[in-house]
DNA sequence: AAAATGATCAACCGCTCTGAG
DNA sequence: GCTCAGAGCGGTTGATCATTT
């Protein structure tokens, strides 16, 4: 005996969301919220749709600040405590938490597409015999964590890269950009003016939802930071400190 | 120009987690 | 402490668009 549907599978409409059914739920969501029960919306809200596919269609993509345009350019906050992802599960989540603008499913995918193929293709030649061409990569991921264990995450972080000249704005990291109170589980990123790294192509900075043109802001310092997260960090680490960043820095100067 | 292949992403599925009763 | 409904999550699928042959 399984348990209960969530909703009546005969009734519910599956499939691509038409724009009125957008506009019912983002009226409704508007008005009323949730009030705590994602089952009961739709019928509230005369949707014929399973209330999952309606949470699941707000977070998405009806969300405000989805792909949003301009806010994040300046500085982005890594906020909430990383935590080893393998052992406490939501790594698509947490490191969505940290790309504001971007949800799990939009870094599952990234990883998925993208950074799946560059991370085995890297690491299938240096330790073939942790990883396969298996459809699922996660035994290739605790493998490849088993690896990182003994080393710290900076240690490899792309933009502290000892080939790319550390930026003015970098080495100030303890002054301006650094000096707003923050929690020992709130990194707040510098911001810089990455001409070394500017000849990347514009799709990193459009998978971040903004044309970068003409910006002095690196435009790819998100992505930079996500695919360190997904592959250099296997995803994350529970070095990602402040406390971290500051002896790190204490021991380059 | 058409077919084949690859890339991307929205959406579904089913599982686990969490909190209320 | 147990049960159950709802929420949240990761894995996967399939449709669509882009690129290559």
Not at 17 to 27: Q, R, V
Not at 74 to 82: E, G, Q, T, W
Not at 204 to 227: I, K, M, R, S, T
Request: hydrophobic fraction near 35%; charged fraction near 20%.
């Amino acid at each position: 005996m399984g348990r209960a549907p969530c909703c009546d599978k005969s009734i519910v409409k599956k499939g691509p969301w038409s724009p009125d059914e957008d506009l019912t739920l983002k009226n409704y969501l508007h008005k009323h919220g949730t009030a705590g029960n994602w089952i009961a919306l739709p019928k509230k809200a005369g949707l014929k749709r399973c209330g999952k596919s309606c949470r699941l269609r707000w977070l998405n993509y009806l969300r405000p600040h989805i792909k949003l345009e301009v806010s994040l350019k300046r500085k982005i906050k890594l906020s909430a405590p990383f935590m080893p992802p393998l052992e406490a599960g939501n790594k698509w989540s947490l490191i969505a938490a940290q790309l504001p603008g971007r949800t799990d499913n939009d870094v599952k995918n990234h990883w998925n597409t993208k950074l799946k193929k560059k991370f085995v293709a890297e690491n299938s030649t240096s330790s073939s015999q942790h990883f396969s061409s298996s459809s699922t990569v996660q035994p290739q991921v605790e493998a490849f964590l088993l690896n990182q264990k003994n080393s710290t995450w900076f240690d490899s972080y792309n933009i502290l890269d000892p080939l790319i000249p550390m930026p003015q704005e970098l080495e100030s990291f303890g002054g301006s950009s650094y000096s707003a109170p923050l929690s020992n589980n709130e990194i707040s990123l510098p911001t810089f003016n990455a001409a070394s790294l500017a000849q990347q192509n514009e799709e990193d900075a459009q998978w971040f939802g903004y044309d970068y043109a003409g910006e002095d802001d690196d435009p790819n310092l998100l992505e930079l930071v996500l695919d360190d997260l997904l592959i250099n960090h296997g995803l994350a680490s529970s070095d990602h400190t402040v406390a971290n960043l500051d002896s790190f820095y204490s021991s380059k100067t």
